[in-house]
């Protein structure tokens, strides 16, 4: 089995306080409320203990089709300054596996809130199916940009936070 490392940051200036962004980002269960389904997501359940806390457990991906799903754990939880979390995704078809890290902060810039999100991958599979790996890290890239985007067009249409 060889392995591999990848991780990128993405960031963005977003127009509502950090208080706002990270309950939106810790509110799991409720993502669907600014994170429209993907190919790689449908939506987040099983969370618990909830409220989000350090160490909540959730079943993220699409839980209703076995194969697609995965179950993470929240790794850190610092309000409103940073969150992370972690889970494993097995990709079946290739024999492999992708530990997942993704941390999450949030910093006041003036009236905005600078959003920086690390992504590390680490990547376990067959030395032959080493070409897949592109496919597998584009995928991740596309689903990362498009939480990057779907969480900035929320919050600032929504700046005073989510409505209760």
Known sequence: MGKSQWHRFYNAQVAAQPHVLFELLSDMPNYGRWLPPSEAFGETIDVAPYPVQLGSKYHDGKPAEPGKDWWGTVTGFQPPGSID????????????????????????????????????????????????????????????????????????????????
Request: hydrophobic residues 40%; proline residues 5%.
């Open 85 to 164: 979390f972690h889970h494993v995704i097995h990709v079946n078809q290739l024999m492999t596996k992708v530990d997942v890290h993704i941390h999450y902060s949030f910093e006041l810039e003036g009236q905005n809130t600078l959003v920086n999100r690390w992504l590390v991958l680490d990547i376990t599979m067959p030395v032959i199916f080493r070409p897949f790996r592109g496919l597998i890290i584009k995928s991740f890239e596309k689903e990362n940009i498009r939480t990057m985007t779907e969480v900035k067009k929320y919050a600032e249409s929504h700046p005073e936070g989510a409505p209760k």
